[in-house]
């Protein structure tokens, strides 16, 4: 399954039977699923459903959903209030006669006033009736949505995956100096012996020299280090192509390999391989930033 991004956006609208049906879903960022829930009053019976549905499609990330239902009534569910009309008719009249007003009085604005026209069926319909009328839309505004997380989770994979080569390739660049770390340090030491030696006329036995060159090499062997980061980097790529929610653990991958990298850096006390060691860090702190989008 390809990567899925944390962030996308669906809609869809219908009418059907009669109900005008809306749905539209968002999705941030979060570590957990969290479901924020709006729907039209009358209808909270269907929220388990929902929530249900939603599941099917979405394993981590804060979800807003916003469910609107609107029934179509036809023309007999609407009717004129006349005592309502009356009212205002004889309060308008009245104020006219007292101010002197000549104007006649129409009925379309009146119309529009507050409680002249009834809905004879704002009752919510019963859920279970709504519910097969409402899940084709849901479904359809999450698989819009779902669609807009695919194309993003595209382009994270592809950023992720070129962050992962740059890591690889410090890395070669690192296995391939460390070797070169021990003979230098030999290097130097045999000269600074010597050195001291011709100074002070005094002389040393070999073992001393090799000992000290072996406790150097046994504490700027990174051999092992080097062998888990690629084995990390390995698990990383695989996780990116898993049908798995894989956020979570790009992130705990990421991790490991940002301590493995810290120690290398500690134990190989080299210029090169530091150099090596700060690109990989670079790489490891894009790639951090970019799965906190990751589902």
């Not at 704002?122 to 949505?145: G, I, K, N, Q």
């Amino acid at each position: 399954m390809p990567l899925l991004s944390m962030t996308g956006f669906g809609d869809a609208r219908h009418e059907r039977e009669n109900h005008s049906l809306s749905a539209e879903v968002r999705t941030i960022n979060n570590r957990h699923l969290k479901l924020n829930l709006r729907s039209t009053e009358g209808y909270a019976a269907l929220d388990s459903r929902i929530e249900a549905v939603v599941r099917q499609f979405v394993r981590r990330g804060t979800v807003n959903v916003n469910i609107r239902i609107r029934h179509l009534s036809p023309a007999e569910d609407y009717r004129v209030n006349l005592d309502v009309l009356g009212n205002y008719i004889d309060q308008l009249q009245k104020l006219a006669a007292q101010r002197h007003f000549n104007e006649e009085l129409r009925i379309e604005p009146l119309a529009s006033l507050p409680g002249v026209i009834e809905e004879l069926s704002v009752e919510a319909h019963d859920p279970d009736d709504v519910w097969p009328l409402l899940e084709p839309t849901l479904r359809e505004a999450l698989e819009s949505m779902t669609a807009m997380r695919l194309a993003e989770g595209e382009a994270l994979a592809a950023d992720l995956a070129s962050q992962c080569e740059t890591v690889e390739a410090s890395l070669k660049n690192i296995a391939a100096r460390a070797p070169q770390i021990v003979e230098g340090y030999r290097q130097r030491l045999q000269d600074r012996v010597g050195e001291a030696l011709a100074k002070f006329n005094v002389s040393i036995e070999p073992i001393d020299l090799v000992r000290e060159i072996c406790v150097f090499a046994d504490r700027s062997d990174i051999s092992e280090e080097i062998v888990r980061l690629r084995s990390h980097l390995a698990q990383f790529t695989q996780a990116l192509q898993s049908a798995e929610s894989a956020g979570r653990k790009l992130e705990f991958i990421c991790q490991e390999m940002g301590r493995e990298t810290n120690t290398i850096g500690s134990k190989a006390n080299d210029a090169e391989i530091s150099h090596e060691v700060v690109a990989i860090k670079t790489a490891l702190e894009r790639i951090r930033e970019q799965i906190q989008n990751v589902e």
